[in-house]
């Protein structure tokens, strides 16, 4: 089955620096690469998805990367804010029309003033 | 919409009892997933429904877990016996269907075994 690793586990920012997080996943056939964000006490909301056949998308401060051929994705967070404080995790969707999601470990990002 | 809702919020129950948590999802939805995240391993997928039917419950534990979709409004997972290690907070996730949609979050419930 498919096996996702996420990086850094933690992370430690200055607001308004930059924060990128990496992930790669095992399966070739994974076409879909959602990125969830946690805040304490509810559950994960996505924030930005990447689809196989595209290599890099952008909604304002958020952006992603992928490189299918070396089966990795990041996420990039630009000018980050305390309220980006939060647990993100990444998640893979196998192929084969299932709708499985193997998520990341997830890294805890800490936004400091 | 109110979106995915789960209760309770929080349980604390006694090692042996039988656990129930609820889920209702988004109306419309056509998917809905269980998860259990905790510390040591993260958010793992336990069992997945579409149009009511189960269709991937290798995630599920063990046979003290077992889940139900009687109708596109609701699921259940139980657990029974409860266990201390079966302590974690299990979340309901709902989508549009099968395929590359977004799956929407509940709040999670809490469960604690003691």
């Known amino acids: 089955g498919e096996n996702v690793e996420q990086h850094p586990s933690t992370l430690s920012v200055q607001e308004g620096d930059s924060a990128v997080i990496k992930c790669t996943y095992s399966?070739?056939?994974?076409?879909?690469f959602p990125w969830y964000k946690q805040e304490l006490g509810k559950g994960p909301q996505l924030i930005i998805d990447?689809?196989?056949?595209?290599g890099e998308k952008k909604d304002q401060r958020i952006a992603v990367t992928l490189n299918k051929t070396a089966k990795h994705f990041s996420l990039h967070i630009t000018e980050t804010q305390p309220e980006d404080s939060a647990v993100y995790f990444c998640?893979?969707?196998?192929?084969?029309?299932?709708?499985?999601?193997?998520f990341g470990t997830g890294t805890q990002l800490k936004v400091e003033l | 919409d109110a979106g995915v809702i789960q209760s309770p919020r929080h349980e604390v129950t006694e090692m042996g009892q039988e656990v129930t948590l609820r889920c209702k999802p988004i109306?419309?939805?056509?998917?809905l997933f269980w998860y259990r995240q905790t510390m040591m391993r993260g958010l793992e997928l336990l069992i997945y429904f579409n149009n009511n039917v189960p269709i991937d419950d290798s995630g599920m534990p063990e046979d003290r877990f077992s889940a139900k979709m009687p109708n596109a409004s609701f699921s259940t997972l139980k657990i029974q016996p409860s266990e201390p290690r079966d302590s974690a907070v299990y979340f309901c996730a709902s989508s549009l269907g099968l395929g590359n949609t977004e799956a929407f979050f509940g709040q999670g419930t809490r469960l604690t075994v003691v």
């Open positions: 990447i689809r196989s056949n595209v």
């Open positions: 109306s419309g939805h056509n998917s």
């Open positions: 998640a893979a969707r196998g192929g084969g029309g299932g709708n499985k999601l193997t």
């Open positions: 399966d070739s056939a994974s076409n879909y």
